[in-house]
């Protein structure tokens, strides 16, 4: 109905403007990395089809807003490039080259500096950031498979998993070097920063839970270990800034963890090797890339059911839309 009555108030000299309105008035897509295929499938979240399916470089993997929420950006970690896409429309804006390996990639919150983890050539770059454009700063080598990021709330520190070692690496992000390692259980993937980042929760692909690291004294220690299930990976905030989701890629499962007691309150069964997630801006639905089943699950978080799933293309694992849940 909204879109009928917008459309009745458009004359044919207000064309353009009226095909604004509309854009607007739609809701936003939904954006699912085809990694095997270096493709972006573009997923109507009212009609549940794909759209449209964007080319990108080879083995996109993750990808991240820009500060001023103009660009989403796509890394594609074997092309050493960035595609910038339209969150509103999926209109592919501009392509960067000479990005090294971008297997993950994060902006720091006062909005300076961009990391990448260079996955398969062992390094971490950091680049100044203006806005625009991107500079490198500094190319750290790291232990082996750099893997995830956490960047702190102040812009000092981010973190990063070395999937292969079995570590957790601490770079001051100012000086471009490294301030600490520490070994961690297998396999380490995600990061997830909770209480002031004074506590790093970290998914352990490896094994069957999630590995609790406090990161608040000089020397990091491990306190804790939370059981989730096997192949614990991603992490997506709930919204609700009590909790959060892990998705544990071989027990197909995803739970939602108690930020306070650091337990398991919930479990969601979800198929096909559940990666990377994505939750609806109303807190009611959660988008899943099922890895190995070449599909989007979609599951209703109040009844912890699967609703559906979308085919898209091989090998799914970054998934956003920008109607979504506080992070």
Not at 15 to 24: G, H, I, K
Request: aromatic letters at 6%; glycine letters at 8%.
């Amino acid at each position: 109905m909204r879109l009928i009555s917008i459309a009745a108030q458009c004359g044919a000299a207000l064309a353009f403007a009226c095909a604004a309105l509309v854009a607007q008035a739609e809701a936003p897509p939904i954006f699912v990395l085809n990694s095997l295929d270096a493709t972006v499938s573009v997923i109507d979240p009212e009609t549940w089809t794909e759209k449209q399916r964007i080319p990108t470089g080879k083995e996109p993997h993750h990808l991240y807003l820009t500060p001023d929420e103009s660009s989403l950006i796509v890394a594609n970690s074997a092309s050493d490039s960035l595609t910038f896409l339209n969150p509103r429309t999926a209109e592919v804006q501009r392509v960067v080259y000479g990005i090294i390996d971008p297997y993950h990639l994060r902006f720091s919150p006062d909005m300076k500096w961009f990391v990448t983890a260079g996955n398969r050539l062992n390094h971490i770059d950091v680049y100044r950031w203006d806005g625009q454009n991107l500079k490198l700063a500094k190319r750290i080598p790291s232990g082996k498979t750099p893997s995830h990021i956490w960047i702190d709330g102040r812009s000092t520190t981010a973190y990063v998993t070395m999937q292969d070692s079995d570590e957790l690496v601490a770079v001051d992000i100012a000086t471009q070097t490294i301030r600490w390692r520490m070994p961690t259980g297998p396999m380490p993937a995600d990061v997830f920063g909770i209480r002031g980042g004074t506590i790093l929760l970290v998914g352990l692909t490896g094994s069957d839970g999630v590995q609790v690291i406090d990161v608040s004294q000089p020397v990091p220690q491990a306190i804790g270990k939370i059981p989730t299930g096997k192949g614990a990976h991603a992490f997506r905030a709930t919204g609700d800034g009590r909790s959060v989701f892990v998705s544990n890629r071989v027990e197909n499962s995803i739970s939602r963890i108690d930020l306070d007691t650091l337990r398991v309150t919930d479990t969601y069964p979800v198929p096909g090797g559940p990666d990377c997630m994505d939750v609806s801006d109303d807190q009611k639905t959660l988008y899943v890339t099922s890895r190995w089943a070449k599909k989007l699950s979609v599951i209703d978080i109040p009844s912890r059911k699967l609703k559906r799933q979308v085919a898209v293309g091989r090998s799914p694992h970054g998934v956003w839309t920008l109607a979504h849940a506080g992070r």
